[in-house]
């Protein structure tokens, strides 16, 4: 299964009032593992950044100036993510803004749904936490990602963060980085030793001997003998 991990930044909150897109960030998984592939861009929104807006991820107008429109990348982006399945926190923020950059630059596009599916995670974390806070940064705290180099949002940095919480949230571990330098488990109650405890199973007499007797009958019927065999 392909799966994209999707953040952006925008000017402001709603593309009713003109905001644009000027980030996005993406990171392909293959059946849960992540394969290295990711998409990033800085986009000139062709227009100003609201304050607000700066103020969460930094992105000034001097910055963004000299950067590619998003119609110079939409079939980049749309070759990316087609035919996977997109993973975003709060999806409804995302998809209607890159859904009207598509009808900004030429409507024959169409939708981000003609060409993936859509798993929004907020809505996932509040069926598996209701009642309680499920921003990223509180999802981070839940799942003990390391999220303290996120001073300020960005694209790309928070598609990584929710690539860990995602697959924490739904299969109890983290990725491996991709130099395998860590390993993040979920599921001890000690915050000082966050492996969950295993325990220990007595398997009853009868079964041992069973065992035994299936050994004994594959050592005889293979020339080899048995690879494995109980001590």
């Given at each position: 299964m392909r799966q994209i991990v999707l953040d952006t930044e925008t000017t402001g909150l709603e593309p009713q009032d003109g905001h644009?897109?000027?980030?996005?960030?993406?990171l392909e998984l293959i059946e849960r593992r992540p394969t290295g592939n990711s998409?990033?861009?800085?986009?000139?929104?062709?227009?100003?950044?609201?304050?607000?807006?700066?103020q969460v991820h930094g992105l000034s107008n001097e910055f963004l100036q000299d950067k590619q429109r998003f119609g110079e990348i939409s079939r980049e982006l749309l070759d990316f993510?087609?035919?996977?399945?997109?993973?975003?926190h709060n999806a409804p923020f995302d998809i209607g803004f890159i859904d009207h950059e598509l009808k900004l630059c030429n409507q024959e596009l169409g939708k981000v749904e003609d060409y993936a599916s859509i798993l929004d995670t907020l809505s996932l974390a509040r069926e598996l936490h209701p009642g309680q806070r499920n921003s990223l940064d509180a999802l981070c705290r839940r799942y003990e990602v390391d999220n303290s180099n996120?001073?300020?949002?960005?694209?790309?940095?928070?598609?990584?963060?929710l690539l860990d919480v995602y697959l924490l949230m739904t299969g109890g571990q983290s990725a491996l980085d991709l130099n395998l330098k860590r390993t993040v488990i979920?599921?001890?109650?000690?915050?000082?030793?966050?492996?969950?405890?295993?325990?220990?199973?007595?398997?009853p007499t009868h079964e041992l001997e069973l065992h035994a007797q299936r050994i004994a009958a594959i050592q005889q019927g293979c020339e080899s003998g048995a690879l494995w065999k109980l001590d």
């Open positions: 644009r897109i000027i980030e996005i960030g993406a998409f990033h861009r800085y986009l000139n929104p062709e227009r100003e950044v609201e304050e607000g807006a700066l993510i087609e035919g996977a399945e997109l993973i975003i996120r001073k300020l949002h960005g694209a790309l940095l928070d598609a990584e963060l979920q599921g001890g109650d000690d915050a000082d030793n966050p492996v969950r405890q295993v325990a220990a199973v007595t398997v």
